[in-house]
């Protein structure tokens, strides 16, 4: 670990950790990029000025490969690769848009989206929007189905909130807890449709392990953890 | 600025009991060294931390007996008297 | 209302909190600060933050902020408000009157470092060029001021000799004396990254604080040692070490005085420091000694972290050469993954020990008494400066107590609430003529003050911070100063009052003298840092981006080489007796911070609404104690009362609390006893009795002058023939 901390940029998300290591060169739609060994695809193709769609990944955390938003098209490989879990290997060749990944990647936002909160949608300015905007998603296709909006908010916290509803379970803050900060204080607890972001034994993050260091607000996407202190007049759900 | 302007009545300054724990646990410190070393030790730390009104009443006391005072803070305490032996070696951080 | 409301302007500075000197994003709305995120190129924080730089930010505009200047002719009158104008003419006129009257020396200062390099430097140039004394002194005096001591006796400078990101080369982490999990949390989290990468963690400490044992990260060996047993310990690891030929003998010939170290060796390596000896005195197995030594020796990047826990004793400086002769005899210095370095508290202590804020020398540490250093001063300044060295800050008190010292401008400090035996304190400030406070709010210390200068948070002013890890940053300006000054500007109109003519158009002109003045300073100043972001000092010629780490070629000694300085351990006066039984030991929490000046004016309070005395469940028993009960906690300074709760963390003999909270009023209790070098108190040692309060008085500190003087002889006498 020396280049994953010290080699992080401010307004730049190249999405995985940067590394030290031998330079590879590869080709990131038809961009020659060279990157240190041990970088992902993500990485290299922002490097390229091509950067690829992503949720779950972010680069002051290792690659979790679990929103596939990410996904590229590699010569020589079958199937559809996530790139933040793609070690870069010399000459690669790396496709980042074609009809097909369009095609895959609204269809996965057009889920996400099926399960957020509807009036949150416009004049929103979080990650999860912007992702929104670049796979060029504004509504879906899905009737009203089962969702999570009627879990309550945990506000137990003097200075952030947790709203499930518009957690996206992408686990950026499970990870944040564990690898930034180190009190491993948060899980996803169940799973499948039932799996939730779980403070401690389940509890009020007040009364968990959590020390309040907002690494986990810091690393939400979708303002599911979010600064009370952004709601002057209180925090009300639509 | 002089050592005349600043009174030298032994405890006016500062607490004497305190003054004499001060010294003593200097002192202390510099048991394990030589003793020509120790000395010398002792009297440049003095020298360069103690406030020159402290340093006057802890002579002063000396002067009047030096009761509760080690031998060896006295003896070094002494030196002090010895302006020539204001050297830049000694026993705490060093100068530039 | 559904979608949070969003930041117009961000403004890149530094958490007002903590020595780790996290960089900072404070993100605005008009005036209004929304909210402060961690910036990821934040060299010492890489993005990350703790609860007290991110959230807690709020007491900058609480209400009890004072924005008007205040003068008093008593403290026992009510406080007037006054112009800028007036309180200045006040001021200057009072500490002349009281010059005239009581001498020279009977006035002096001690900075804040909380506040910025520009203005420590200011107040330490108004007290000397001013005021013409060098009784001017820095809160570093009650925490790392043995570290000054100890480091430059050892290996020349007293200051980190890494950086914090060296850590991630480490492969053994020794933790003496401090909690970084608490302490320092950005940097406590690195720890553990590191740790459970596969490096061995040592904590000696005396309580299994979090650091000791937390997810994933357990220490290999922690060493309990009894309060005031450090140097014994640290004497004890070095005899294995010596006796097993673990030292590095080409380290020390090429880089050290040979010589020092034969005669170190022979001290350290006799018998009377052999586990078997030590660790019944100090409480720990002796083969614990033998595997802290030898994990260290073995390293092969061994680094070395502490904190209070060996500065704050009556052997601080001996505790930190301690650390620094194992560093050198080990050769664990001049490359990344080792080192010794302190955890300094404060967001700029070490701002504060570099520019001189200290009564023997100038900044840059050059001392009062060499003639050319002070004739280069005098030049710069215009003034015939003092030769002598001045009070240090206790010793102040001292002399206020017999009549000597009267006035005195307090810049960002709170004495009577941080500082040991409060009890002598608050009478010495009752001796003074003219207390002047300079800071954010009223506190303790401001009830025995005659002005009261609003001060201003770093929120509201420019200047620089110079971290633990040695690391010069940029405080910016984020809002105006709500008393309408920024601090150093208020010291400049101070000085202009007293007849003393300076003036700059901004902070960063500050910074370009004391460049100039300061030789590890040199090549600082606001345009380097707006261009790279940060530079760790020394910032030169040689080095013009700073140096990240230090002692890779020379120690900065007069002959270059490091050198080992005799360790004897001396047992502290302060012994456990009949009547005293327990050794209570203090410490800090995440949440709160020092005296909780900032902290207790924001929603932390909800973690941490008063500090609490921690004991083993043993000890509570045998003293019919409940969890919760109100307790009187006695030693033979004073009392105070707390509810104590039990706790496995500490060992049989020991108890434990925070002093963040001045209705605890700690420091009534802790002793007088200081290190011997620079007074540094000895707050981790007190022996103390814990009783269970029946009767439902109000909460109140007794003195113990109050204590008949025969009764007060009892206690010593039994105190000095009982054993540790």
């Keep these: 670990m020396w280049n994953e901390v010290r080699g992080l940029r401010d307004g730049i998300d190249c999405g995985t950790p940067p590394r030290d290591g031998k330079p590879v060169t590869l080709t990131v739609d038809g961009v020659e990029v060279t990157v240190p060994e041990g970088s992902s695809v993500m990485l290299a193709a922002a490097e390229a000025d091509r950067a690829v769609p992503k949720l779950c990944a972010t680069d002051m955390l290792e690659a979790f490969g679990s929103c596939r938003v990410c996904l590229v098209e590699i010569e020589g490989q079958r199937g559809y690769p996530a790139s933040c879990t793609t070690l870069v290997a010399p000459g690669m060749v790396v496709r980042t848009q074609s009809d097909r990944l369009a095609k895959l990647r609204k269809g996965v936002m057009e889920l996400y989206l099926s399960d957020f909160p509807e009036s949150e949608i416009p004049d929103g300015w979080s990650e999860f929007h912007r992702t929104l905007e670049e796979v060029g998603i504004n509504g879906h296709r899905y009737g009203k189905g089962r969702n999570h909006f009627d879990l309550p908010v945990d506000d137990s916290n003097p200075y952030f909130l947790f709203d499930p509803a518009k957690c996206i379970v992408c686990s950026r803050c499970v990870r944040a807890c564990a690898e930034v900060q180190g009190t491993f204080a948060l899980t996803i607890q169940g799973r499948s449709f039932e799996s939730k972001v779980a403070a401690g034994q389940d509890e009020p993050f007040m009364e968990s392990e959590c020390v309040s260091c907002g690494a986990c607000v810091q690393a939400c996407p979708s303002h599911a953890l979010v600064e009370k202190s952004l709601f002057p007049g209180g925090y009300e759900r639509a | ?96 | 209302m559904p979608n949070p409301r969003k930041p117009e302007r961000e403004t890149i500075t530094i958490c007002a909190y903590c020595g780790v000197g996290c960089g900072f994003k404070a993100e605005t709305i008009g005036n209004e600060i929304v909210r402060m995120t961690p910036w990821k190129e934040g060299k010492a924080n890489h993005g990350h933050s703790c609860v007290k730089g991110r959230f807690a930010y709020d007491y900058w505009c609480h209400p009890d902020r004072i924005k008007t200047p205040m003068i008093r002719d008593s403290i026992d009158d009510p406080w007037q408000e006054v112009s800028w104008d007036e309180a200045f003419a006040h001021a200057a006129s009072e500490l002349k009157r009281i010059q005239g009257k009581y001498g020279r020396s009977s006035v002096g200062g001690v900075s804040s470092s909380r506040c910025t390099n520009e203005e420590i430097f200011l107040t330490q140039k108004f007290v000397r060029a001013v005021l013409g004394n060098n009784n001017i002194d820095n809160c570093a005096r009650i925490c790392h001021s043995p570290t000054q001591f100890g480091l430059s006796a050892t290996v020349g400078a007293g200051a980190a000799s890494q950086h914090f990101d060296s850590i991630l080369q480490a492969d053994v982490i020794m933790v003496v004396g401090a909690n970084p999990t608490e302490g320092h949390p950005v940097f406590g989290s690195m720890m553990k990254r590191r740790i459970r990468q596969g490096a061995k963690l040592i904590v000696i400490d005396p309580r299994r604080t979090e650091t000791v044992d937390s997810p994933h990260c357990r220490a290999d060996v922690h060493l309990a040692l009894r309060p005031g047993t450090n140097v014994a310990i640290l004497n004890s690891i070095a005899n294995v070490i010596v006796r097993e030929n673990r030292h590095d003998p080409e380290f020390i010939k090429s880089r050290c005085e040979w010589q020092e170290f034969e005669h170190w060796a022979e001290l350290v390596g006799s018998e009377e420091y052999s586990p078997d000896k030590i660790g019944p005195i100090a409480g720990v197995d002796p083969e614990d000694i033998r595997r802290a030594a030898r994990i260290y020796s073995t390293g092969p990047r061994s680094t070395i972290y502490y904190g209070l826990g060996v500065t704050e004793h009556s052997q601080g400086s001996t505790g930190v050469m301690c650390l620094g002769n194992l560093g050198l005899a080990c050769g664990m210095y001049g490359r990344e993954g080792v080192g010794v370095n302190p955890l300094r508290g404060q967001g700029n202590v070490q701002g504060g020990s570099c520019l001189g804020s200290w009564p023997h020398v100038f900044s840059g540490y050059r001392f009062v008494t060499d003639d050319a250093t002070r004739e280069s001063f005098e030049a710069e300044w215009g003034v015939e400066l003092d030769s002598e060295p001045g009070l240090r800050l206790p010793n102040m008190f001292d002399a206020a107590l017999t009549g000597h010292f009267k006035g005195m401008y307090i810049m960002g400090e709170d004495p009577v609430q941080s500082d040991p035996n409060q009890n002598h304190i608050i009478k010495a400030l009752r001796n003074m003529e003219c207390v002047i406070i300079h800071d954010l709010f009223l506190n303790e210390t401001s009830k025995f003050g005659h002005v009261f200068l609003p001060g201003s948070s770093s929120l509201e002013k420019d200047g620089t911070f110079t971290s633990a890890e040695r690391r010069l940053g940029r405080v910016r300006q984020v809002v105006e100063p709500l008393a309408g000054y920024q601090d150093w500007e208020v010291t400049v109109k101070l000085m202009n009052a007293m007849g003393y003519d300076c003036e700059y158009a901004h902070a960063g002109e500050v910074l370009d003298e004391l460049a100039r003045v300061t030789p590890a300073y040199s090549g600082a100043s606001f345009e380097l840092i707006d261009r790279i972001g940060s530079a760790q000092w020394p910032v030169n010629t040689a080095a013009p981006h700073g140096t990240e780490v230090l002692h890779t070629e020379q120690f900065p000694r007069a002959n270059g080489l490091g050198t080992f300085m005799l360790t004897g351990f001396v047992p502290t006066r302060e012994r456990v007796s009949d009547q005293y039984p327990l050794l209570l030991t203090t410490g800090r929490i995440l949440t709160q911070y020092n005296v909780g000046t900032q902290t207790r004016r924001t929603a932390n309070s909800e973690w941490h609404p008063e500090d609490v005395l921690e004991m083993s469940l043993g000890d509570m028993q045998t003293r019919g104690l409940g969890v919760g009960d109100s307790v009187t906690i006695t030693s033979r300074f004073g009392s105070t009362r707390l509810k104590v709760v039990e706790s496995a963390r500490v060992n049989p003999g020991v108890v434990y609390t925070t002093f963040h909270h001045a209705e605890s009023k700690a420091n009534a209790v802790t002793s007088d006893l200081s290190d011997w070098a620079t007074n540094c108190p000895e707050y981790k040692v007190t022996a103390v009795e814990v009783t269970k309060v029946t009767s439902p008085d109000p909460r109140h500190a007794e003195s113990s002058v109050t204590r008949p003087a025969h009764r007060e002889r009892e206690a010593e006498e039994i105190a000095v023939t009982e054993k540790v």
């Design chain 2, 1 to 96: 600025m002089n050592d005349d302007e600043r009174p030298a009545v032994a405890g006016v300054v500062i607490d004497l009991e305190r003054l004499i724990t001060m010294a003593n646990q200097i002192g202390d410190f510099f048991a394990p060294y030589p003793p020509e070393r120790a000395r010398e030790g002792l009297r440049n730390h003095l020298r360069t931390y103690w406030d020159p009104r402290m340093r006057n009443a802890l002579l002063a006391h000396i002067d009047a007996g030096g009761d509760g005072l080690d031998l060896r803070v006295i003896e070094a305490a002494q030196l002090l008297l010895d302006k020539g032996a204001d050297k830049s070696g000694y026993y705490g951080p060093p100068q530039h």
